[in-house]
């Protein structure tokens, strides 16, 4: 049975300190800056998406919109948007002007954690984070890496990098 031919993301992910660097078909590694992007936050680029409020009044399914819902959902995106924006991939998604697809990603994000998301959407949620470069194997596969804070790494000091919590956004969504 044939394999397939080469596709992205089979085999194994690309190592940064391999000993081979030096061919001309490899494509080079970015460093991100470890502090992140700290440039001017875009705009968030989508309109405010309109929730419903579904109830049953004499046996008939009445669907209206709810401000109230509406208003929770657009802090919470325009929340996670801001947190996203002061990651080190930023920076390539600002020279890349990925604007939409990070915003599609935020969108889609916070549908997917209510109960009743689908298992598609959370699937496709975690193809966009690979690539959008926002988990391990998706920044491997757009060569990212993040930068070394060579003085704490002489001194035997662990690394850290910026970690960001959703808890805020999702108390938002209730």
């Given at each position: 049975?044939p394999?397939?031919?080469?596709?992205?993301?089979?085999?194994v992910?690309?190592?940064?300190?391999a000993l081979r660097?030096?061919?001309?078909d490899?494509?080079?590694w970015?460093?991100l800056?470890i502090?992140?992007?700290?440039?001017?936050?875009?705009e968030?680029?989508l309109?405010?998406?309109?929730?419903f409020?579904?109830?049953?009044?004499?046996g008939k399914?009445?669907t209206?919109?709810?401000?109230?819902?509406t208003a929770?959902?657009?802090d919470?995106?325009?929340e996670l948007?801001?947190?996203l924006?002061?990651?080190p991939?930023?920076?390539m998604w600002?020279k890349l002007?990925m604007?939409?697809q990070?915003?599609?990603?935020?969108r889609?994000f916070l549908?997917?954690?209510?109960s009743?998301?689908s298992?598609?959407?959370?699937?496709?949620?975690?193809r966009?984070?690979?690539?959008?470069?926002?988990?391990?194997?998706?920044?491997h596969?757009?060569r990212?890496?993040?930068?070394e804070?060579?003085?704490?790494?002489?001194?035997?000091r662990?690394?850290?990098?910026p970690?960001?919590?959703?808890?805020?956004?999702l108390?938002?969504?209730?």
């Open positions: 049975m394999s397939g031919g080469a596709r992205r993301g089979s085999g992910a690309p190592d940064p300190n660097r030096d061919r001309k490899d494509a080079s970015v460093t800056p502090e992140g992007f700290q440039g001017e936050i875009p968030f680029p309109p405010r998406a309109v929730q409020h579904t109830y049953f009044e004499n399914k009445v209206e919109p709810d401000a109230d819902e929770g959902v657009w919470a995106e325009i948007w801001d947190e924006w002061r990651r991939q930023a920076v600002s002007r604007d939409f990070i915003a599609a990603y935020v889609a549908e997917s954690v209510r009743e998301a298992a598609g959407l959370k699937t496709a949620v975690l966009m984070e690979g690539e959008l470069g926002l988990s391990l194997p998706g920044m596969s757009l990212w890496k993040f930068a804070d060579e003085v704490a790494v002489k001194r035997g662990p690394v850290a990098v970690r960001t919590s959703l808890d805020d956004v108390d938002a969504l209730g």
